[in-house]
T-cell receptor
Framework: EDQVTQSPEALRLQEGESSSLNCSYT??????LFWYRQDPGKGPEFLFT???AGEEKEKERLKATLTKKESFLHITAPKPEDSATYLC??????????FGKGTRLSVIA | NAGVTQTPKFRVLKTGQSMTLLCAQD?????MYWYRQDPGMGLRLIHY???????AKGEVPDGYNVSRLKKQNFLLGLESAAPSQTSVYFC?????????????FGDGTRLSIL
């Protein structure tokens, strides 16, 4: 059974304090790993897709990386507007996406 | 640039009542999905559709029915609402195939069952 575990559950950072969020996964045959951002009262917003170990994607202050067992979402010099819940999801075979429970990030000015 | 639109945005029901949640997408996507999101549980797939006229069960299908009569619409029905169905419901759509393309989400329907 595919499993996705995100850590930490919650993270509080000072503005400018860089950190990383973790997504560990157990799947048989990864087809894609997805990162989403979710703001309160909104639906998840797509950020990145990673397909193979070693792949990296960047967008503004965010950088996603992928290994064979986990993915990291690195946040460099975060700003208060980066505060949100970040969701990780994996796809394998023909089964539907499996989502992690998310990391709730708060960036304090 | 509507994307995925869900109606209604909020609803309160009494136990035993029925209702239908509507999802509409204007991106010509083949795949559509219904999820529920509960505190501490993450997003869980209820039902999904891989094309017009098709539906399939997800992780938590009991108590729900769906229909996909038109490509752009995906309806989620609760025949006899129960308090355990209090949740935030999200609809999503995708180009096709689970592994290669991202899903795009609506902003949710907040449903309370009293």
């Amino acid at each position: 059974e595919d499993q996705v575990t995100q850590s930490p559950e919650a993270l509080r950072l000072q503005e400018g304090e860089s950190s990383s969020l973790n997504c560990s996964y157990t799947v048989s045959g990864l087809r894609g790993l997805f990162w989403y951002r979710q703001d309160p009262g909104k639906g998840p917003e797509f950020l990145f897709t990673l397909y193979s170990a070693g792949e990296e994607k960047e967008k503004e202050r965010l950088k996603a990386t992928l290994t064979k067992k986990e993915s990291f979402l690195h946040i460099t010099a975060p700003k208060p507007e980066d505060s949100a819940t970040y969701l990780c999801a994996v796809a394998s075979g023909n089964t539907p996406l499996v989502f992690g429970k998310g990391t709730r990030l708060s960036v304090i000015a | 640039n509507a994307g995925v639109t869900q109606t209604p945005k909020f609803r309160v029901l009494k136990t035993g009542q029925s209702m239908t949640l509507l999802c509409a997408q204007d991106m010509n996507h083949e795949y559509m999905y219904w999820y529920r999101q509960d505190p501490g549980m993450g997003l869980r797939l209820i039902h999904y559709s891989v094309g017009e006229g098709t539906t399939a069960k997800g992780e938590v299908p009991d108590g729900y029915n769906v229909s996909r009569l038109k490509k752009q619409n995906f309806l989620l029905g609760l025949e006899s609402a129960a308090p355990s169905q209090t949740s935030v419901y999200f609809c999503a759509s995708g180009v096709g195939g689970q592994g290669y393309q991202p899903q795009h989400f609506g902003d949710g329907t907040r449903l309370s069952i009293l």
